[in-house]
């Protein structure tokens, strides 16, 4: 799917800073499958693209309730099950791949327990229950900036994968 934006959108992004800036490609990216991520809107996306949307939502989850709070939301196959952390090492971020895969072990021997349904104390007491996702969190948090970067300027240097900038 071709993404339009318009170049001064780019650049006043660019301008805010990288999070701006990748955040203009997410949110036009997202705009063009109607704003929901499944399966006939995954179709529609190049590689590169559904690459950024992925990474944008494991940085969200995992920022706001981390490794636990991703899975328990239904987003651990999307992530650990696809050649996402491969996607991360090919776009220069070989600490963020790792960690994923890191994740990605976690995953496979606790997500169908994180998956169930639970009240929002039970789901609450899930971080207390799995502490070995911490970890994974804390190494998250610390290189969120530097990995945001790497993004940045994988889509600095590949802007046709993500979007035709209009003049």
């Known amino acids: 799917m071709q993404v339009q934006i318009k170049e001064t959108e780019i ?7 990288m999070d701006a800036f990748v955040d203009v490609f997410y949110k036009h990216i997202m705009e063009g499958i ?7 809107g995954m179709q529609k996306l190049q590689a590169d693209q559904i690459t950024l949307l992925a990474y944008m939502i494991f940085r969200e989850e995992v920022m706001d ?7 328990h939301n239904g987003y651990g196959p999307f992530i650990f099950l696809n050649p996402f952390a491969k996607a991360m090492r090919l776009w220069g971020a070989k600490d963020f791949c790792n960690l994923i895969y890191k994740g990605r072990k976690l ?3 606790y997500g169908e327990e994180l ?7 039970e789901f609450m007491a899930l971080f207390e229950k799995y502490p070995e996702f911490d970890d994974l969190d804390d190494e998250f948090i610390e290189m969120e900036e530097e990995v945001t970067e790497t993004v940045a300027r994988y889509i600095d240097e590949h802007l046709e994968q993500f979007a035709t900038i209009e003049k």
């Not at 309730?65 to 899975?71: E, H, N, S």
């Open 115 to 121: 998956t169930k349904e639970y009240s929002d104390e």
């Open 34 to 40: 109607g704003g929901e991520l499944n399966a006939e």
């Open 11 to 17: 650049i006043q992004a660019a301008q805010q800073g």
């Open 65 to 71: 309730g981390g490794f636990v709070q991703l899975i």
């Open 107 to 109: 995953f496979e021997k």
